[in-house]
């Protein structure tokens, strides 16, 4: 069989990715996924010649592939031989082409569009190849209920990927759709086994009852063996380990759910299933290495390169233009020295993906040669220290010592953590600033606030690989974030040399964390006891200790500055909180978030705390209506930033912030226990929650004036929760005030939406619930041109027809519609939400057929369809009245579906 037409499209459109990367700014991600699918075509075709097909669907299939590959060709070869006769170096060209960039521009636009087209055509005949089962090569994990295999384990050094290949399995649409339930865990070297299967059983929404270990694993065991899932346990370090923990994991038994381990030993593999499969992870060839360090270490282009470009180019003078023009080209090309440099550096690096991150987030920093072989000197040093395995260690620590001093604090505060723990962002700032590691002399430096300091910080260590992303918030600021192990280690090991943590009885502590309950006790599980007496005695002896290790801390460690409950630090915590915190002078952050208190007080000490920035004091009571008193001493703490107040508070609580001019997180506020009045005075809020009552009584004469109530234009986030409604004119008149609002989350009965001008432009997200909107929100929300994530859940509208109008949403992402039970019709009009990349339907049981719109959506990633009947299911089967509007989808996941 000729193999030519494709063979010679995969080496046009790999040269033209070498060559052209410049122009091919905002292109270039489309050109590389359709060189990947002409690669799994190539295989296909191969395949094909060995099976000798001689059938019509096959020949058919192959007939089609190969005109496929001709017209990649033409579309690529045309573009690329327009635009390379004025690649030609020299000011005087870079002059010329400054003429002709509208119009290259155009055609890059042009380009894009046709390799939509080819794409969207490969998509359909993978599709008809699925639905006449001609066998072709996956783009995916295969599933198999049928094999007796339930283990599949990942191993591999440390540092070689393995979290990464099982993270893209766990995320995968084939794999979502095909279990009834997931469930990750990471178990590292230290663990506690029962912590382990609670935190499976939470995935899985298992109730918890046991009394005992035995009695958890029992019932892990018997939901893990009756329902389809899948288990993904990562960094299993020991025989032991697997050993203490697999009594909670059916592997020998005959069980639709499978179970996917990660390793780093050889022995541990053979040892948990010997039918399971394994398979180990290589290190990447010299190519892959060199990929990866290119696209880390030289910065990219922003997909919207050329578009910003050429639409901003006017607002420059002509002169300014041309040079901008020329070191904006220029500065995309890469310095053969620079490449010789760098791959002498990656072949340092044993070609470990781990190693190879990091060296490459180091050089992104570094712009000169001159820097780049002050590196490569450097970087020869420390990899002579180290030998195989050992060498990563040593990348590891050049990208701690290349790193500025300010750097180095902000990487080592993260050694308080714990292994594998997925930190919030804006609680590390927060604990960076009350630690000092941010001060104020940043600050005043550039007019910036601490936070805003302490944000960018965290940016450049991940910019350095040096922290990992977990998850992005709507506005792609960091939102949680971990350290790989291996950078853990070394991370522990600087700050045990150096005594960052100031564990030495001849230094005062000055920092707690508490990332379990200090006591780790369930007391339902105590109140169940059939012996009142002996309960009553062992519960007041229980109240004592507790009360004894309160005072305790804070009598002798008076020079604490940070005492914070992280999560699964939650639980009862004794009769109250002791008056003698009041002793704790110096502290800056207090986070008693989720510990429950038999007493509602809080006791008037606190007002002592004057040093305080942070203080979380969302404790709940136990037993009783769960409402705390809170003194009226908040006042007294004016270098307040972060406030978040109880969930609720009693009539008598009637606090006054009005001298909390330093604020930016205010959390929980609603006007039964506090003044409204008093937000005209917080200048500097960034992010407000309002929960419960928000009556404007006592502004009623500044609402009539029309002056805003809140007088922060910095205000970023605004979140309101009343289930007794809210007055849609104090609404309008509230968000009004908010000029700057990025994310809006409403859960409150309003009826209609204000309309859109009450909005600011630069909402990008937006969530709804409980609204019970009778009006359609998508008129209003369609105006948000900001917008990129939108959120409408249970009850957020009851009306029966929702319209996305024809050029609308232009910005819009991610589209969730979840809980609307009323929603019979859905319509999305052509070029409607032209960039949308998820779309979630879930229990919208009336809804009766999916929008036709859809097919007119080429940016589509991902459509999951969850909680809804079998029949809207079926209609999108080929064959039926759904099918041509999802043809083109490169993912469709089904879960939770009835009336099957």
Known sequence: MDFSAISSVIQTVGRLLTQEATSLMGGKDQVEDLQKELEWMQSFLKEADARKVDNEVDRTSINEIRELA???????????????????????????????????????????????????????????????????????????????????????MGGIGKTTLAKKIFRHSQVIGHFNHLAWVYVSQQFQKVRVWKDISSSLQIKNNADRDEELAEILHN?????????????????????????AFPVAMNTNSKFLLTFRNKEVVSHVDRRGYSYELQCLDDDESWKLFQKIAFLQVHSTGTYYLISNIFILDLFFTFFYLYFYIKKNIVDP?????????????????????????????????????????????????????????????LSYDDSPPYLRSCFLYLSQFLEDYQIR????????????????????????????????????????????VGERDPTLK????????????????????????????????????????????????CLSDEDDFWWFFWFVCLILKWQRSWNYMFGNFKKLKVLSFEEGGKGYSGFKLSSAIGNLIHLRCLNLCCIAFNCPNIPSSLGNLRCLQTLDLRIFRHGGDGALNV??????????????????M???TKLKLHTLTNILTLINFNTRNCFVVDLSKFTKLRKLGILGPFNIDDIKEELDKNLPIIASDCLRSLSIWNDEGIDPKVLAHLLSSCVNLCELILRVKIEKLPDFHHFSSSTAYVHLIGCKLVEDPMPTLENLHNLRVLELYVYAFIGKEMVCSVLHFPKLESLNLSGLWNLEEWKVEERAVPTLHHLKISGC???KMLLDGLRFITTFQELKIEYMPKEFKDKMVQGREDFYKVQHLPSIIFYHIYGV
């Open 70 to 156: 001709y017209d990649v060709e033409d579309v690529i070869e045309t573009f690329a031989l327009k635009v390379a006769p004025r690649r030609k170096g020299g000011f005087s060209n870079v002059i010329k082409r400054f003429a002709c960039i509208l119009n290259e521009g155009g055609l890059l636009r042009q380009t894009k569009c046709e390799i939509q087209k080819i794409t969207a055509r490969i998509t359909q005949l993978t599709r008809r190849l699925q639905t006449y089962d001609v066998k072709q090569p996956r783009d995916g994990p295969e599933v198999d209920d049928e094999s007796d295999c339930k283990v599949v384990s990942i191993w591999g």
């Open 223 to 247: 939901f893990l063996k009756d329902n389809k899932c899948l288990v993904i346990i990562d960094d299993i370090w020991s025989i032991e380990a697997w050993d203490s923990l697999k009594s």
């Open 337 to 397: 020295k620079l490449e010789e440099l760098g791959k002498d550096m990656v072949n340092s690096c044993r070609r470990l993906p781990l190693a190879i991150s990091v060296l490459g987030g180091i050089l992104a920093t570094k712009s000169s040669i001159h820097e780049w072989q002050i590196m490569h000197k450097n970087a020869k040093s420390y990899l002579k220290k180290g030998k195989g395995a050992q060498d990563i260690e040593h990348v590891l620590a």
């Open 425 to 468: 962002a804006e609680r590390l700032i927060q604990l960076w600033v009350a630690e000092g590691i941010v001060s104020s002399i940043e600050e005043e430096g550039n007019g910036e606030i601490m936070e805003d300091v302490a944000e960018g910080f965290l940016d450049e260590l991940v910019e350095r690989c040096m922290v990992q």
């Open 478 to 525: 960091v939102k949680t974030c971990h350290m790989h192990d291996l950078m853990r280690d070394l991370c522990l090991s600087i700050a045990k040399q150096e005594n960052f943590s100031r564990i030495k009885s001849s230094i005062p502590l000055r920092s707690i964390l508490f990332f379990w309950h200090p006591f780790d006790l369930d007391l339902e599980l």
């Open 631 to 648: 003194p009226n001493i908040i006042w007294e703490l004016e270098q307040l930033r972060h406030l978040c107040l109880p969930l609720t």
């Open 650 to 652: 009693t009539d008598k």
């Open 845 to 847: 049981g009336k809804l």
